[in-house]
């Protein structure tokens, strides 16, 4: 089946340690997305790519950090996580032409110690 | 002012009963609407989506658009105890922006 992944699921990090979290899709969608979900709120977005082209949200923190090295694979880099960066990251996936419907993986669970 | 406002609730409704989710938003330009279903502890998964004025039916779901109003609506009919989720209400702002904008999400509780 067509789907969004995401690796890990679970992810525990030190304050200051980089974390990598990835996602990948066998979609072909052109575009991807990563949000911040906070518990009780909106998932909020922190940047997307429609192909190659970079989209960063205005206030977005410089410690987030995204790679697109191909259509199928995307990065989320946490430079220096701090207590306040602990939350779901979730990856979505939209065709972006004509259809705008957005499509979510499993989420990774960042806990920051 | 948020862009897209729902009533957090919780909302409880009776097993069995219709279960009325409502939504409403800022941006008179906006031309996609998305519902969106969120378990505890999970990511969000896509239950409908509506672009016209009206309704448009999928099951038991039924999502209604009301552009002059502003309010986009989700009625879950023979409510289940499986429904109990955060539901969460997607405008997409202006056509062709490719991004979506999100309401907090009303949590809803199915009574057995």
């Known amino acids: 089946d067509a789907m969004v992944i995401q690796n890990p699921r679970y992810q525990v990090t030190q304050f200051g340690k980089p974390v990598t979290l990835s996602c990948s899709q066998t979609l072909n969608h052109n575009v991807m997305y990563w949000y911040q979900q906070k518990s009780s709120q909106a998932p909020k977005l922190l940047f997307h790519y429609y192909d190659k082209d970079f989209n960063n949200e205005a206030d977005t923190p410089d410690n987030f950090q995204s790679r697109r090295p191909n259509t199928s694979f995307c990065f989320l880099d946490i430079r220096s996580p701090g207590l306040g960066d602990a939350a779901m990251y979730l990856c979505a996936t939209s065709r972006g032409t004509g259809s705008y419907e957005q499509y979510f993986g499993p989420g990774t669970r960042l806990t920051v110690t | 002012q948020k862009e897209v406002e729902q009533n957090s609730g919780p909302l409880s409704v009776p097993e069995g009963a219709i279960a009325s989710l409502n939504c409403t938003y800022s941006?008179?330009?906006?031309?996609?609407f998305f519902w969106y279903r969120q378990y505890s502890g999970k990511s969000p998964e896509l239950i409908m989506s509506i672009y016209s004025n009206g309704d448009k039916e999928d099951g038991r779901f039924t999502a209604q658009l009301n552009k002059a109003s502003q309010y986009v609506s989700l009625l879950i009919r023979d409510s289940q105890p499986s429904d109990s989720a955060t539901y969460l209400c997607?405008?997409?702002?202006?056509?062709?922006?490719?991004?979506?904008?999100f309401g907090t999400g009303t949590r809803l509780t199915i009574i057995p």
């Open positions: 997607a405008v997409e702002p202006n056509f062709g922006n490719e991004k979506l904008t």
């Open positions: 941006d008179r330009g906006s031309q996609s």
